[in-house]
């Protein structure tokens, strides 16, 4: 099946980094604060993991850009509200792209204080539009 994990906690790509390393075939979740920070290196290095990204937050056209330049071919989907249901969109658009095996991981690169109080009510947030998600294909 398709594996959801929360990793709210990558505030950076360089937690993310660590957090893609683990898997082979992704669906990513990603955005937020980047408080400065680039994605060159991480999209670069995982590019080949990527089945599609999912980008939420205020600074996600940073991380868009960079897909555009080091992996033009991975489908990017921009998620342009930042209300409390945005969560709910962004599991289910990246649930569309998912594949038997894949993960779909959150691991944001980006502070969360843009939408949410703390990192951990953004892993809170994704952990209840996936439960809802599973009991909606009950």
């Known amino acids: 099946g398709i594996r959801y994990v929360d990793d ?14 683990a898997f082979e075939s992704i669906v ?6 980047a ?4 994605f ?3 999209i670069s290095t995982h590019s080949s993991k990527l089945r599609a990204v999912v980008l939420m937050g205020v600074d996600r056209v940073i991380i868009a850009q960079a897909m555009a330049k080091h992996a033009p071919d991975v489908p990017v989907i921009m998620v342009d509200s930042t209300d ?3 969560m709910a969109s ?3 658009q990246a649930r569309q792209f998912a ?3 894949d993960v779909v991981l959150l691991a944001p690169g980006c502070a969360s204080l843009d939408m949410y109080s703390s990192y951990s009510e953004r892993g809170d947030a994704f952990a209840a539009a996936v439960r809802d998600l599973l009991d909606e294909s009950r």
């Open 8 to 21: 709210s906690k990558a505030t950076n790509p360089h937690a993310a980094n660590s957090s893609m390393k």
């Open 28 to 33: 990513w979740i990603a955005g937020g604060q």
């Open 90 to 92: 962004v599991v289910r």
């Open 40 to 42: 060159d290196e991480l």
């Open 84 to 86: 409390h249901g945005t």
């Open 99 to 101: 594949r038997p095996g």
């Open 35 to 38: 408080k400065g920070t680039t």
